[in-house]
């Protein structure tokens, strides 16, 4: 009865208990962060020094270091066709002087931004390169009329053909 006693006990010990992680731990030395504006800046001693990128196509993208963005993450990649709801954020709505447009996506490529009005009238437009790190843009609305505005916004491959897209409402007020 002893000897039973003794290995229910223990079997119960054994399959409740853990020797070993299988997951990757770093130890820094030293570290911190700073915050401006719209800006972060993260460091630390006592890691890799050596950050290096390494493509294969346009699907995966590998980096080593550790103080990247999207560390959380690190292997999702949205590739619908139009803009998750957590890759654009555009606000103030409604707007008085500015609208800012913080581009969260992951996707390399040239991106356009166009307004138009109520008519259909382009009233901006901007094109820059987005490499898959964070972005932020203002357009100015303090030129423009009140009244409803469509924004328009459209990614571009390396090869010209449209990645994403996404159109979104803004409201113009005095």
């Known amino acids: 009865m002893k000897f039973s006693t003794i290995i229910i006990a223990l079997l119960l010990i054994f399959t409740t208990s853990f020797g070993q992680s299988v997951n990757t731990s770093?130890?820094?030395s030293t570290g911190g962060w700073a915050k401006r504006g719209y800006?972060?800046?993260?460091?630390?001693?006592?890691?890799?020094?050596?950050?290096?990128?390494?493509?294969s196509g346009n699907k995966l993208i590998v980096t080593n270091g550790f103080l990247q963005p999207y560390i959380l993450t690190p292997g999702t990649n949205d590739v619908g066709e139009l803009f998750a709801i957590d890759?654009?954020?555009?606000?103030?709505?409604?707007?008085?002087?500015?609208?800012?447009?913080?581009?969260?996506?992951?996707?390399?490529?040239?991106v356009t931004f166009t307004l138009y009005n109520a008519i259909g009238q382009r009233v901006y437009t901007d094109e820059f390169m987005c490499y898959g790190v964070d972005l932020i843009r203002r357009i100015p609305m303090n030129e423009l009329s009140q009244g409803n505005y469509a924004l328009n916004i459209e990614m571009t491959g390396d090869m010209g053909f449209t990645v994403k897209h996404g159109a979104y409402k803004i409201v113009k007020i005095d």
Do not use: C
């Open 26 to 28: 770093v130890f820094n």
């Open 39 to 55: 800006y972060q800046f993260e460091w630390s001693v006592g890691e890799l020094a050596l950050v290096d990128e390494m493509q």
């Open 87 to 110: 890759e654009i954020k555009v606000f103030p709505n409604p707007a008085i002087h500015y609208v800012e447009i913080n581009f969260f996506t992951k996707q390399k490529g040239r």
